[in-house]
């Protein structure tokens, strides 16, 4: 976290703001983020391509805020978008539609019609029954609708389970064996047109291996496509590339981009194809912090647990709960003498599952402030209302300024769409 460091006393800052400022400012629970790590990771990507013609499709999942999508838009970025309020969003910030692309296993009518009038650049189709819906719709439409073939190339992500998504017992996309018969059925449908092959194998990818593997799979369907005189005009290999959360070393982004670009060059056409990725958490993971204070401390006695109650929570951040994910959790400005102790690092929720770190060695006292690292990519688009807690608010340092980009919810926006009948009255 090269945006990450400490100054005076040791204080933490974010790309040269100290937390502590902003904590003051904005209050906490809030999540912030640095312009400059984004932009950063973007143009580590972009440069690992050099001259080879790619298209970034940053998946708007991992953060879709708008600020966000504005400045990735402004990059240069296409988008991965998984539903109509994720279109909107692209839409809403500046994207341009020829560089979005659609995944999704449940896409709706009126989704799919909203991404054609919108003129999306490729819908990756998961299914038969989606293929069929597709054609239906652009042809009462009278248009044609760019498609791909989400192709579940049946690899081990070697992720977590919850997170691991190419393999055959995994709901998503189309078994690659069945991938050149639905392929042969778009080429002959005047409203689709086929131009890509799509895969995306797993999240949160510690090495390179699974994902050099699904790309040689996909090269594999593209060489029988080709002997059936059926066009491919861009290869998507999804997103999932990893980044370091505690202790692991995953591949830097000219390693992501050499595994697959090494397969794809080397094949005699695919290499004339641009290849598309589909990064979310590599792009904005690194980026952002969620600021929590302390507000208790509980400490035991005897040789039970200590808690240390903070006022973020599970529904905050809600990957320590879902995944069992570790986290970096640093003080943002340290204790000179107080000696550190073990604690469970708990939010208010009424859940023993609430908590976002496990036996944390840290000195601490209450009021203390906490930053959570790594909490740029699915945090706040994670984040739910559990508890009747209002969501937090996110701020964006932009060249030094603090910017708020998303105000803390408050609580009567929370029953806005709430209302007593007269019956009740
Ligand atoms: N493309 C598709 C089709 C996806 O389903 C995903 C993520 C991505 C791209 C982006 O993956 P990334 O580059 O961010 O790994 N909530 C989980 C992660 C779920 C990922 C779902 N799909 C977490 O917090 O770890």
Not at 217 to 227: G, I, P, S, T, Y
Request: glycine letters at 8%.
């Amino acid at each position: 976290y090269a945006h990450l460091a400490r100054g005076a006393e040791h204080e933490l800052s974010l790309d040269g703001t100290p937390l502590s400022r902003i904590a003051r400012d904005f209050g906490t629970p809030t999540y912030v983020y640095a312009r400059s790590a984004i932009a950063q990771a973007y143009s580590d990507l972009t440069r690992a391509f050099g001259d080879r013609p790619h298209q970034i499709c940053y998946a708007v999942k991992a953060n879709s805020n708008l600020a966000i999508l504005a400045l990735l838009a402004r990059l240069g970025a296409g988008f991965d978008i998984v539903s109509g309020g994720e279109l909107q969003r692209v839409l809403a910030a500046g994207g341009a539609p020829h560089k979005i692309v659609f995944s999704g296993v449940g896409k709706r009518r009126d989704e799919i019609a909203a991404a054609l009038e919108a003129g999306i650049g490729c819908l990756n189709v998961e299914s038969a029954a989606e293929l069929s819906r597709v054609s239906e719709i652009a042809r009462e439409m009278d248009r044609i609708a760019p498609i791909s073939l989400r192709v579940n190339p049946d690899v081990d992500a070697k992720t977590h389970p919850y997170i691991s998504t190419g393999l055959k017992d995994n709901k998503f996309g189309i078994p690659i064996a069945h991938a050149p018969a639905l392929y042969r059925q778009a080429a002959r449908d005047p409203h689709l047109s086929v131009v890509g092959i799509d895969c995306h194998i797993g999240s949160q990818l510690t090495d390179v291996t699974p994902f050099s593997d699904a790309a040689a799979r996909v090269l594999a369907l593209l060489d029988q496509l080709v002997l059936e005189g059926i066009e491919i005009k861009h290869l998507d290999l999804g997103g999932g590339l990893g980044i370091r959360y505690t202790d692991e070393t995953p591949p830097d982004a000219a390693d992501w981009v050499r595994a697959v670009v090494d397969i794809v060059d080397a094949h005699p056409i695919a290499r004339h194809l641009p290849i598309y990725l589909e990064p979310g958490r590599f792009l904005v993971g690194p980026a952002g912090v969620l600021l929590t204070r302390v507000e208790y401390l509980k400490p035991h006695p005897d040789d039970g647990k200590s808690f240390a109650i903070v006022d973020a929570a599970m529904n905050d951040l809600m990957r320590p709960a879902l995944y069992s994910s570790v986290m970096a959790i640093e003080p943002v400005t340290p204790h000179a003498t107080l000696p550190p102790a073990t604690w469970e690092i708990v939010g208010p929720v009424c859940e023993t599952g609430d908590f976002l770190g496990h036996a944390r060695n840290l000195a601490l006292a209450p009021g203390d402030l906490l930053a959570v690292l790594g909490a740029g990519a699915y945090g706040f688009s994670m984040a739910s209302n559990y508890n009747t807690r209002g969501r937090p608010a996110e701020v964006l340092i932009d060249a030094g300024e603090a910017r708020l980009v998303r105000a803390r919810e408050t609580v009567e926006s929370l029953w806005a769409n709430e209302m007593i009948p007269d019956t009740l009255r």
